[in-house]
């Protein structure tokens, strides 16, 4: 793990879903955890969470606070971006059984199945390795989860379930199908703010 001299400020997206369980899970890896709902904060942070919630509502208020075209202008110059849950959705360059109409961010290079897991368990728990996550398995809670179906030539597979792709990484851009951020274990936020911390210095691309 890389420690900063002085800490990396990681917005957490504040439209709807479990902003606060993010925030906390970044403060304990370290970083500097801010909420993001203007564009001006967006502005002032060196990387991103989109939290686990509800895809669509989150994708209709990115809408309405007018952040979808700014934070899609910020993923393509470069800004780190985390999504977990809704935010691998957002964050997915194809969505099968999307909404119709449902805006998406679509910096990272993954087709990715909407609700995959929810139909046929609503949630589940399950232990996964990762590539990257050093100290044994993770402890993975899905609740009406996406799976990856195909990811690009660029995109590193981190981790599945059984045959299912449900951790991802792409340069900067990481999402996982499952919420890190609810069990206390912050490993995955130790990976992504060493991810910021290590493209600190790129930030003015993106600003
Ligand atoms: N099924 C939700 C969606 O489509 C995601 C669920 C979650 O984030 N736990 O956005």
Excluded at 40 to 57: F, H, K, Q
Excluded at 112 to 137: H, K, T, Y
Excluded at 155 to 178: K, M, P
Aim: hydrophobic residues 50%; proline residues 5%.
């Amino acid at each position: 793990m890389v420690t900063p001299a002085v800490p990396v400020r990681v917005g957490v997206l504040a439209l709807q879903g479990d902003v606060r369980e993010h925030v906390r899970a970044l403060a304990a890896a370290g970083a500097h955890p801010l909420e993001v709902r203007h564009a001006a904060e967006l502005s002032a942070v060196d990387g991103l969470v989109l939290p686990g919630g509800e895809s669509t509502t989150i994708g209709r208020l990115l809408r309405v606070f007018d952040l979808l075209e700014p934070l899609r202008l910020a993923i393509a110059a470069g800004l780190p971006v985390f999504g977990s849950c809704a935010g691998m959705i957002l964050l997915a360059r194809e969505v099968l059984d999307a909404a119709p109409g449902q805006p998406l961010l679509a910096g990272l290079d993954v087709v990715v199945r909407r609700n995959a897991f929810g139909r046929q368990v609503d949630s589940f728990e399950a232990d996964i390795d990762l590539i990257g996550v050093a100290g044994g398995p993770v402890r993975a809670v899905f609740i009406r989860a996406p799976w990856v179906e195909k990811v690009g030539d660029e995109v590193e597979v981190l981790g599945q379930v059984g045959d299912r792709i449900v951790a991802v990484r792409q340069g900067s851009l990481l999402a996982t199908a499952f919420h890190p951020e609810l069990t206390g274990d912050i490993r995955i936020h130790q990976l992504f703010v060493d991810i910021v911390v290590r493209n600190r210095g790129r930030r003015g691309q993106y600003r």
